[in-house]
């Protein structure tokens, strides 16, 4: 079987492959180009993850591409909301012409000979794969595994007699109506779950080992609504985009410069909402920086509102075991539960799930250096898009989409057909892929490919420094060798 050509394969039909489509239509317009998604559907993790109140926890404004205003007066938005826009958007463009569901890519390899990847993909019950090749791969795959979260081992949950269930995994028609539940964590995922579940739940406890930073944001953005009133939605989105990229880039400078006084902020804040008589010191003050790890949101006071009508309580203690009614405590308390949810997070992943290889040899990324955000180093003509961890993941995924673009036409001009970051310097100081310490990462924070003190080796989680360095700076920088 003859292997099917395209210029360009991405692979992911989340956020960030629709992203990657979108700017290959119009900026490569003459390049063939391929989305190869593993599942049945678009959407990634909003198709995966079907749990209780699911909505956006970046307000939609930034969340949403750069090339199509969001229109909804929702900027917190629910799944069902921001998989609407996504089907819409890749039928306005013809997106959905280009993608291959069901096709699993479960091998890549690299010829400098040939100049092109071999793409190895298991294709629905088929034993018979197909091959595909190309000349530029984008890797669009996210950052865990959509297989399964991440959950400890708890000692005796084999005698826990309800339902346990994992938010990645939700239940079908799970009902959930006056039952005692126990959600398990303290990140976007549990803030989240606990007051959507408390709408029908009989109680609803909050298990956490310890706190986080939660802020609350209105569900609808009063300025968002007035510019649509008085100008046209594009305008009114680019606005209102404008200047929420600059206070989340305000508000995260702050946070760094003057972690103090911000926390006393936002501690404040919580106080106010919920009273003198409420231990915020234990259950929302962190014992870490703001930003240090990622920042809750939630809407309209959600969760501190269900707290305050004692439809939910918050519990900061660690777990001793499973027992047949529920949850024995490291302080001697116990939890009863009916439905205990494991909102303990994700698996991440290195890079992607399926083995890369360049000239024959197995890349092992934890020996690799980023190059801009973007690329890798010693590895020809592949991207990958890992989104911002202080702001809105779209605004890094538009903007490597670009660069994809950008560097694919200064190819085409100067005839080359490689494109490869080589790191020569011996004196390059290498530092962890991240400074960020929520532990799914930190689980895995080894095997991820370095990065560099200086650039453009180093990663600014930056929106407006990425701006200049993805789309103004000179390609040829003396790093990134092309032929």
Known sequence: ???????????????????????????????????????KNIGGTWDLFRYPGIRSDSDMYTFGFAFRPWTNPKAIAPRELILE?????????????????????????????TARWTVTVSVGQLAQPKIFTCSFLSLCTGYYSYEAGYTPVFPGRE?????????????????????????????????????ALAAQAAHVTLLQRSPTYVVSQPAEDKIAKWLHRHLSPPLAYRINRWLRIRFQRYSY??????????KKL???????????????AT????????????????????????????????VTDQIAAFTPTGIQLASGRSLDADIIVTATGLAATVVCQ?????????????????????????????????????????????????????????????????????????TLELVPFFDFTPGYLLRILDSLPKLGATMPWRLEQNYFHDQRTLLKDPLDDGVLECR
């Open 266 to 280: 936002l501690i404040r804040r919580i106080k106010k909402i919920l009273g003198n008589d409420f231990d915020v």
């Open 253 to 262: 400078a702050l946070a760094r410069a003057y972690p103090k006084t911000v």
């Open 283 to 314: 259950h929302f003050t962190p014992s870490y920086d703001p930003w240090d790890q990622r920042v809750c949101l939630v809407p309209d006071d959600d969760l501190f509102l269900a707290l305050k009508a004692k439809k939910a309580t918050i």
């Open 85 to 113: 826009y996504l089907e819409d958007t890749i039928q306005a463009e013809g997106i959905d012409q280009h993608i291959l569901f069901e096709h699993r890519v479960t091998k890549v390899a690299w010829s400098s000979e």
């Open 354 to 426: 399926f083995p890369v290889e360049v000239d024959g040899e197995l890349v092992d990324f934890s020996q690799k250096v980023s190059y801009k955000g973007a690329m890798f180093s010693d590895i020809p003509n592949l991207t990958q898009v890992f989104g911002y961890t202080n702001a809105s993941w779209t605004l890094k995924c538009d903007l490597v989409s670009q660069y994809v673009c950008r560097l694919i036409n200064y190819m085409d001009q100067k005839g080359y057909h490689q494109a490869c970051p080589r790191q020569h310097d011996p």
């Open 159 to 195: 005698t826990f007699k309800g339902t346990i269930v994992h938010p990645q995994k939700w239940p079908a028609g799970l009902d959930y109506s006056n039952q005692r539940i126990v959600v398990i964590g303290s990140g976007a995922t549990a803030v989240t779950l606990v007051p």
């Open 1 to 39: 079987m003859n292997p099917i050509y395209f210029d360009t394969l991405i692979v992911g039909a989340g956020i960030s492959g629709i992203s990657a489509a979108h700017y290959l239509q119009t900026d490569c317009p003459t390049k063939t180009y391929a989305m190869l998604e593993g599942r």
